[in-house]
């Protein structure tokens, strides 16, 4: 049996007559039939041949196929953003009356999602802190609850919350348990070992890795991945060809692009972590984390993104971001290129202050997304950054 990152590599569309190497673009938005049988049993769902790519797509089920493998999942979709595979995972398996039960720390749009649109088509929700335990999270349940949700490492502030003790509440309970694997990537953390259902993805972070195109994938159970196919087919949130064929290639250098990721961004943490400037670091593979241990049991590595509390505070934050001379402030992360940002500001600048605190996210934090340029490179323009805050 093939090691996940060889499938990543060898996972490829049945070749052409052409006999290319490397598989083709299928820009196309409908396919043909040679007869009316053959379309007949296509519509009736009784053969796998494509129809249309709002449905399915050659390049599109490539992309799948290799993120199933990575995350030995038995089916998946892929959908045009992060944001519509998180959407496309709630509302094709919850309905009125269902319940979800989250983790408070998340991302600040997976937020909104949750708290203002959910509650309009009749779905409840209540959170957890990321440190709750095994009897806080068996607490929050209700009769009604239908799914658990939740990311880590969380965004931003790189909680780490234990899988195996959340997935076991989960199927002692029968609720869907869906997590959010982006922070880590397959490649640092296997969500379906530990007893996730489904797991979802902004492919449009470590997956693409350059900051080229948007994407979002789910994958997961079989039987529960063929009710999201069927929202989405029908709602239109698809992955387009062109996006999917970029993904494929990508996750042929997913693992090399994460082990240089991971390694700067441990070299990163372990020079920032006693600087005079830096109240407070946080990256799951330092011991000093609340969670190291739980971050070594689950995760292969500490994945690519550092985050740190200046000690001056938002007047500190705004000082130290325009004194960098080669970080880009842009808003993504999991890019080639280092990246900083205030995520007071930008990502979950929605959140209330008090449901900022809740999940420290101080005026003074700062999220690095570590690239895989030079390591003291990386670091000599953070350092001279600190000197002028």
């Given at each position: 049996m093939p090691h996940k990152q060889t499938k990543a590599v060898r996972i490829q569309t049945e070749r052409t007559n052409e006999m290319e190497h490397s598989t083709p673009l299928f820009l196309t938005s409908s396919f043909c039939f040679d007869n009316t049988e053959e379309m007949r049993a296509a519509f009736a769902d009784e053969s796998d041949d494509n129809i249309y790519?709002?449905?399915?797509?050659?390049?599109?089920?490539?992309?799948?196929?290799?993120?199933?493998?990575?995350?030995?999942?038995?089916?998946?979709?892929?959908?045009?953003?992060?944001?519509?595979?998180?959407?496309?995972?709630?509302?094709?398996?919850?309905?009125?009356?269902?319940?979800?039960?989250?983790?408070?720390?998340?991302?600040?749009?997976?937020?909104?999602?949750?708290?203002?649109?959910?509650?309009?088509?009749?779905?409840?929700?209540?959170?957890?802190?990321?440190?709750?335990?095994?009897?806080?999270w068996e607490?929050?349940?209700?009769?009604?609850?239908?799914?658990?949700?939740?990311?880590t490492p969380t965004n931003p502030g790189l909680d780490v919350l234990d899988l195996e003790m959340i997935g076991r509440v989960a199927k002692k309970h029968n609720i869907i348990f869906n997590v959010d694997n982006c922070f880590a990537t397959p490649m640092a953390q296997q969500p379906?070992?530990?007893?996730?259902?489904?797991?979802?993805?902004?492919?449009t972070k470590w997956l693409d890795g350059q900051g080229r195109v948007l994407g979002g994938v789910v994958v997961g159970k079989k039987e529960l991945i063929k009710e999201i196919y069927l929202f989405c087919r029908s709602t239109g949130p698809a992955l387009s060809p062109f996006n999917a064929w970029v993904l494929s290639k990508s996750l042929e250098t997913l693992d090399v692009r994460m082990e240089r990721h991971a390694s700067n961004a441990l070299f990163i943490s372990e020079a920032l972590e006693k600087h005079e400037k830096i109240s407070s670091l946080r990256y799951p593979f330092l011991q000093s984390h609340p969670q190291y241990?739980?971050?070594?049991?689950?995760?292969?590595?500490?994945?690519?993104?550092?985050?740190?509390?200046?000690?001056?505070?938002?007047?500190?934050?705004?000082?130290?971001?325009?004194?960098?001379?080669?970080?880009?402030?842009?808003?993504?992360?999991?890019?080639?290129?280092?990246?900083?940002?205030?995520?007071?500001?930008?990502?979950?600048?929605?959140?209330?202050?008090?449901?900022?605190?809740?999940?420290?996210?101080?005026?003074?934090?700062?999220?690095?997304?570590?690239?895989?340029?030079?390591?003291?490179?990386?670091?000599?323009?953070?350092?001279?950054?600190?000197?002028?805050?």
């Open positions: 790519s709002r449905f399915s797509n050659p390049g599109v089920q490539e992309f799948i196929d290799k993120m199933c493998a990575l995350e030995d999942a038995e089916a998946g979709y892929a959908t045009a953003s992060g944001m519509s595979a998180v959407f496309g995972s709630f509302m094709a398996l919850m309905k009125q009356g269902d319940h979800l039960l989250g983790c408070n720390a998340i991302f600040g749009s997976t937020h909104t999602v949750i708290s203002k649109y959910l509650p309009r088509f009749g779905i409840e929700f209540s959170y957890v802190p990321a440190d709750a335990t095994e009897k806080d607490a929050a349940i209700r009769p009604n609850t239908k799914m658990i949700y939740l990311e379906i070992a530990y007893g996730a259902d489904l797991v979802v993805h902004s492919a241990a739980i971050a070594k049991k689950q995760m292969q590595n500490g994945g690519g993104v550092v985050c740190f509390e200046l000690k001056g505070g938002l007047d500190a934050g705004r000082k130290f971001l325009n004194s960098l001379e080669m970080l880009s402030l842009t808003a993504n992360l999991g890019d080639t290129r280092s990246i900083a940002s205030h995520p007071a500001s930008t990502t979950h600048a929605k959140l209330s202050e008090a449901e900022r605190q809740a999940v420290n996210i101080t005026p003074g934090l700062i999220r690095i997304s570590v690239g895989l340029e030079h390591k003291e490179d990386i670091l000599n323009d953070i350092l001279q950054a600190l000197e002028k805050c």
